[in-house]
Antibody
């Protein structure tokens, strides 16, 4: 069974850093692009980043470009989101998801999400 | 990249049909056949309903269908059921090689 699980979310002060992890199992991880999508409390979904199958290519939403870095380790079946210079408006549930079609938004499997709270 | 435009809310009675629109530009919906729809119940992760404008993944009810005309995509739900009450999100691939979501639509089954 396909399974994605995020971890690493916690409360952090503005300006701080945090690394989220996404553990994958039940499928050939290296065959799929992986994405991060976030959802602020009570608000809608926002796509924020993705990494290609081999990890050589990444793209980011304008709201996080230059502050967030996404990577993956296909030997461990993990994807990561390194977040720097965190701001209160980064507060959200962060989901990792895999896409059916390379870089598009057809996310057929999602994790359960991990909550990041940016507050002093 | 601006978010795609969806109505904030729609409603319908059990058994009825409803449609949710999703409007973008020629740089996203109008330029690519990579429109997806997801359903999200409160406190749950989203679930993929439609990919590539009109494709239903295995296991998704055929009461859900998708279409596109120009810069606007639509999700139609027929034979409304109580369990369809949820938030619905469209998204599209963009010319910036990103993905952009709509703001979401809350469906209420009366």
């Amino acid at each position: 069974e396909v399974y994605l699980a995020e971890s690493g979310g916690r409360q952090v002060q503005p300006g701080g850093s945090l690394r989220l992890s996404c553990a994958a199992s039940g499928f050939t991880f290296s065959n799929y692009w992986i994405h991060w999508v976030r959802q602020p409390p009570g608000k809608g979904l926002e796509w924020i980043s993705r990494v290609t199958t081999e990890g050589r290519g990444t793209d980011y939403a304008a709201s996080v470009r230059g502050r967030f870095t996404m990577s993956r380790d296909n030997t461990k079946n993990f994807a990561y989101l390194q977040m720097y210079a965190l701001r209160p408006d980064d507060t959200a549930v962060y989901y990792c998801a895999r896409s059916l079609t390379s870089g598009s938004g057809d996310f057929d499997y999602w994790g359960q999400g991990t909550l990041v709270t940016v507050s002093s | 990249q601006s978010a795609l435009t969806q109505p904030a809310s729609v409603s319908g009675s059990p058994g009825q049909s409803i449609a949710i629109s999703c409007t973008g530009t020629s740089n996203d919906i109008g330029g690519y056949d990579y429109v997806s729809w997801h359903q999200q119940h409160p406190g749950k992760a989203p679930k993929l309903l439609i990919s590539r404008v009109s494709n239903r993944p295995s296991g998704v009810s055929d009461r859900f269908s998708g279409s596109k005309s120009g810069n606007t995509a639509s999700l139609t739900i027929t034979g409304l059921q109580a369990e369809d009450e949820a938030d619905y999100y469209c998204n599209s691939f963009t010319s910036s090689h990103n993905v952009v979501f709509g703001g979401g639509t809350r469906l209420t089954v009366l």
